[in-house]
């Protein structure tokens, strides 16, 4: 359901049972709340609620729910698949305002916080002791817990740490008929029936609202050493990634790539040099902490002679290593600021990932000669983000209808190598349309059924994920 | 509901669409695949299915839909919460059969495997490639991958690696109807709405029949160093575990501890010898691998001037590491040994342990005066293993009396310090009864209404866990 406008009985019950603050519907307000990262459709909430406590969501949620009022629940706004767009007239449930941080349990190592702590803020909060929350992303300074949960948030930490999921502890969500649940307390082992926590974990705000969470926290890793090295291939990155994995020696902590036509548009736009004299087809960037650092410097040494790498560098210190960093992490920017990417983040079987490339290679060279395409991503995850760039002398228009058509294809391909048509950033409104390259008839039932009964008057985040 | 009888027009479906040796009702064989571990209810199933392919699974299920006839999936029946129990005429499913293990993927390190496999079993199978499956615990020898993802199972290895979900990447799963679901493929990361895997791990038969998963694998860990430590009380189990989580120089995986009462009854039992020369309160097993050899020996010789241990001893060689693992996992059968134990397996915030330990002393000491409680468990996770002996004196029929109005005493205490019932086993049949302590009405009722989408007739493993 959608309302274009609040229900004058819902308006006075506002009125009358929460702070004259709490509801705003200023129009730069309305278009902010009203919008995440993506910018596909036009925001068009009909207001925005700012609560600053559980008992202030749960007596909005019944009121919601009383008055079939469609809520979009609200974070950082950071996701890229519209799971936070509010173009229905939806009511945005922002979660701004409930950032508390509680005390760090050193016997635990745990903390409690309120969903609307930003990402960062629990970084700080936790470092002080040594300790650390390992979800990790480049929009760490606005995403929040709260989103970060609602999207079981992913990063360059994966391969070391794993997803949110395995990093919340205790959830306190409050349902879309106004209850509160707190689920599983401060429990690392509790077996007792349906975790109900992990239905809401990933849930893109269609199955309750996060108000709180006790997070898993994790000492602060030791001293990383970033590496990074020039491969002929995506063949070439996946034998040095099993290579890698093999050791004894070292702790992953992020496995990044990127081809050379990243690192080409990364130069443009930044004006920095590549680490390397000559040009190579594939880079990829180690983060190891070393357990034998002799050992590991010795598996340093074999690379070029077993032939697993044609070039390579070590960071010293700090600064270097932010700066290989920023090789990655720059790609993304580079690529908007000079041209126009469609954007896809999908996964693979990370011994799928050789052959999955080489068909989408061939497959776009036969249908759109001359097309760029720039891979990178986390691929020790099997993770790619496929950016597939407008030639220069094509129309906008023309390209994004091209797209819609190359979506299909790409994601069929997907398909067939047992592939998702979204690693982290989640359905939302934007891949809707394509639920079903990853998920079979079958399993769609059982999510609208789930839907159902989480949601009977449908009133959470409409539209969002699947249709019920 | 229960039959005690099978529908004759689906006994002759059976004859007609399954092998010959598919279905057995010989005496011995439905006692055996009548009952786990537990020995609380008489073994009573109608017949005990015996498939040998997912088809088989799914053509069986579809039948017992049809005919609304009460199936039990049935794994390793190692449990101790009589989830596997099949009292009320019900038919067996056993997964005994379906024992394949697919080939290792060096690569992504992941191995499919059918769910009848024995955990042991599994590991041979990876080790050979320098990599593990990190679920273990005492009854690997027996228990299999399926009944290990339907209890979610925890073991000795929990801190350093998490329980069971972490380690499951693919699941097939067949429904009550006969459908079979395949979830999550060999993927790392995917964000397509509701992660349906995590419904069925832990739901201990009720929601699905596992019948394959692709297991995620990591290496094989290090050399390991296993200590025990003597030291008074609890408070300073604690205290030590505190200082030993903080460490950098080593990875913690095992922090084990048990009691003087358990290991005076395992030295009467096992006639070994305490390797410390004065009584201590507790003990702590520490097994760890070393980051920093250096630091870590650093780190020991400071323990006894800190004031953290009063006696201390490390295992030199493997054999000796058994012999000290030996004193922890020789207690279960111990105390059985040397008297009448009634048994919980809770769990609490590792920050409430000592007052939760300390309030449930003197409970009993007011209550039951005189009477001995062994406690022993994984405390890393918060997971303590309760048992409280039967007097000499007392009959047994008294003593299980006493322990009925016992457990909700000390439920209340859990409930009290927001702990589980149930940290690993699960709830099966053996403590239904209880679930309110450690789950809300509101969760409660939404596992009811989960059940329902899930087994629409209330033919899976029925009267497990809750009853709709």
């Known amino acids: 359901m959608s309302t274009t406008a609040l229900p004058a009985d819902f308006l006075q019950a506002i009125a009358e049972g929460f702070p004259a603050d709490f509801l705003t519907r200023e129009p730069g307000e309305l278009l902010e ?68 941080l509680g005390p760090v349990d050193l016997l635990g190592n745990t903390v409690r916080v309120q969903a ?11 470092a002080e002791h040594g300790l650390t929350w390992p979800v990790d992303f480049a929009s760490k300074g606005s995403s929040t817990v709260g989103g970060n949960i609602a999207t079981n948030a992913g990063g360059v930490k994966v391969i070391r740490y794993g997803l949110t999921r395995q990093w919340v502890l205790g959830l306190q969500v409050v349902t879309a008929t106004g209850e509160v649940l707190e689920l599983n307390g401060a429990l690392e082992k509790n077996n007792t029936g349906t975790d109900l926590r992990q239905l809401f974990i990933g ?18 890793p030791g001293k990383q050493d970033v590496f990074l090295f020039a491969v002929p291939d995506v063949a070439a990155v996946l034998r040095l990634f099993r290579d890698a994995r093999q050791q004894p020696s070292f702790l992953i902590s992020a496995y990044e790539f990127f081809t050379d036509r990243c690192l080409a548009r990364l130069q443009r736009h930044r004006k920095v040099r590549s680490p390397f004299e000559a040009p190579s087809g594939c880079y990829v960037l180690l983060e190891a902490e070393a357990k034998d650092s002799a050992a590991l410097e010795a598996w340093l040494g074999s690379l070029f002679e077993r032939g697993l790498v044609t070039d390579g560098t070590l960071a010293q210190g700090v600064q270097q290593a932010q700066e290989l960093w920023s090789l990655r992490e720059g790609i993304s920017e580079s690529l908007a600021a000079t041209g126009l990417p469609h954007k896809n983040d999908i996964s693979l079987p990370v011994a799928a990932l050789e052959a999955f490339c080489g068909e989408l290679e061939s497959v776009f060279a036969a249908r759109y ?48 190598h047992g592939g998702s048509i979204s690693a982290e950033h989640g359905i939302g409104l934007l891949k809707k349309d394509y639920l079903g390259y990853s998920r079979s008839p079958a399993e769609l039932e059982l999510m609208r059924a789930l839907k159902r009964v989480m949601d009977p008057q449908g009133i959470l985040n409409p539209g969002k994920v699947l249709d019920v």
Chains 1, 2 share one sequence.
């Open 33 to 100: 709340y009203g919008r995440d990262w993506t910018r596909v459709y036009t925001p068009a909430p009909s207001a925005v609620a700012l609560p600053r406590s559980t008992d202030e969501v749960s007596r909005l949620m019944a009121l919601c729910h009383k008055h079939r009022v469609a809520v979009v629940p609200s974070g950082g706004r950071t996701g890229y698949a519209a799971g936070a767009v509010a173009a229905k007239g939806e009511l945005v449930l922002s979660l701004k305002r409930m950032t508390r």
């Open 116 to 126: 609307g702590a930003i990402t960062e803020a629990v970084h700080h909060h936790c």
């Open 203 to 220: 849930s893109e705000g269609t199955l309750g609202v996060v108000t709180e969470a006790t997070l898993k926290l994790t000492p602060l």
């Open 369 to 416: 000669p001359g097309w760029e395409i720039c891979l990178f991503g986390h691929i020790g995850d099997g993770n790619l983000h496929v950016n597939i760039m407008k030639p220069d002398a094509m129309e906008k228009a023309e390209f994004l209808a091209h797209t819609r058509q190359a979506d299909p294809t790409m994601f069929g391909l997907v398909k067939k």
